[in-house]
């Protein structure tokens, strides 16, 4: 349906910022609810943020909300995510996810990227 790319992980030291992109391609990017997730290791992949269509609709998880930002540019077929504050337990692979259905659950995003890593250093 789309194919998903991430960039912009790397190391960071706590309280630091990083803005993580995703690039699509295939189907036509502004049909799709897009969403960002990220998974520690021996943790189960959780919800990070999701924006609707248009922009319109943003929700961010309690454990981000207020130090990352979830935005979209529909004509540059491109996902983003803004990380301010960041903390050492944020340290996880990132992945950008695809859904023609609002939902905070990764089973209901059948197209994924291949995620990159955060580090956040104490």
């Known amino acids: 349906q789309v194919q998903l790319v991430e960039s912009g992980g790397g190391l960071v030291q706590a309280g630091g910022s990083l803005r993580l992109s995703c690039a699509a391609s295939?189907?036509?990017?502004?049909?799709?609810?897009m969403g960002w997730f990220r998974q520690a290791p021996g943790k189960e992949r959780e919800f990070v943020a999701a924006?609707?269509?248009?922009?319109?609709?943003?929700l961010h998880a309690d454990s981000v909300q207020g130090r990352f930002t979830i935005s979209r540019d529909n004509a540059k077929n491109t996902l983003y995510l803004q990380m301010n504050s960041l903390k050492p337990e944020d340290t996880a692979v990132y992945y950008c996810?695809?859904?023609?259905?609002?939902?905070?659950?990764?089973?209901?995003?059948?197209?994924w990227g291949q995620g990159t890593q955060v580090t956040v250093s104490s």
């Open positions: 996810a695809a859904t023609n259905r609002w939902s905070t659950m990764p089973t209901m995003y059948p197209d």
């Open positions: 295939g189907r036509t990017f502004s049909n799709y609810v």
């Open positions: 924006i609707s269509r248009d922009s319109s609709s943003l």
